[in-house]
């Protein structure tokens, strides 16, 4: 479509990159329910969200997302702070609430669900993000990513496990 029919229906750039944002966030949305549902151990549960969360993140409207955030967002602070209260703190405060519920069940020993949520997405998800973002993955990477996804998930999850080597204990 042409610059008129963009302003038309978003009226600005601003309003266009906020729709893209908007349509971007609700994906995680399915993959934090299941995980929250899950009756299955962290150690099994874990990496069926994780990967259904890293295909969110490679799929293209994230990218997108994630290159304007990167790009746009010291001029449009407004719209970057927006996608930030919107798109990133839901899904960590869903992931937090997953990790004090495994905590209080027994399954995980952790000190502050909300600080290990953060660690999990970017321990598990900070590569992929940044490499995409880059872009410096594509499809032929699926592969790898997803390995190496499943390889952060197992060491996060056996650091958080009672009797694990905690994540962020002084082992000197």
């Given at each position: 479509?042409?610059?008129?029919?963009?302003?038309?229906?978003?009226?600005?750039?601003?309003?266009?990159?906020?729709?893209?944002?908007?349509r971007?966030?609700?994906?995680?949305?399915?993959?934090?329910?299941?995980?929250?549902?899950?009756?299955?151990?962290?150690?099994?549960?874990?990496?069926?969200?994780?990967?259904?969360?890293?295909?969110?993140?490679l799929?293209?409207?994230?990218?997108?997302?994630?290159?304007?955030?990167?790009?746009?967002?010291?001029?449009f602070?407004?719209?970057?702070?927006?996608?930030?209260?919107?798109?990133?703190?839901?899904?960590?405060?869903?992931?937090?609430?997953?990790?004090?519920?495994?905590?209080?069940?027994g399954?995980?020993?952790?000190?502050?669900?909300?600080?290990?949520?953060?660690?999990?997405?970017?321990?598990?998800?900070?590569?992929?993000?940044?490499?995409?973002?880059?872009?410096?993955?594509?499809?032929?990477?699926?592969?790898?990513?997803?390995?190496?996804?499943?390889?952060?998930?197992?060491?996060?999850?056996?650091?958080?496990?009672?009797g694990?080597a905690?994540?962020?204990?002084?082992?000197?």
């Open positions: 479509g042409s610059l008129t029919t963009l302003y038309q229906a978003y009226g600005s750039k601003k309003g266009l990159v906020r729709a893209i944002m908007e971007c966030i609700g994906g995680f949305a399915q993959t934090m329910d299941a995980l929250h549902d899950s009756p299955l151990p962290p150690e099994q549960a874990l990496p069926i969200a994780a990967e259904g969360m890293l295909e969110e993140i799929s293209p409207r994230h990218i997108v997302t994630h290159r304007i955030v990167v790009a746009e967002g010291v001029s602070p407004d719209l970057r702070d927006w996608y930030f209260e919107h798109g990133v703190a839901p899904p960590n405060l869903r992931m937090a609430d997953y990790f004090a519920r495994q905590m209080q069940a399954r995980l020993h952790l000190d502050s669900p909300r600080v290990v949520a953060n660690r999990f997405h970017m321990m598990v998800f900070g590569d992929a993000i940044i490499r995409s973002t880059a872009g410096v993955l594509d499809t032929g990477d699926l592969a790898w990513i997803k390995a190496d996804t499943r390889e952060a998930v197992a060491i996060f999850v056996r650091g958080m496990q009672p694990g905690r994540a962020g204990a002084d082992t000197g």
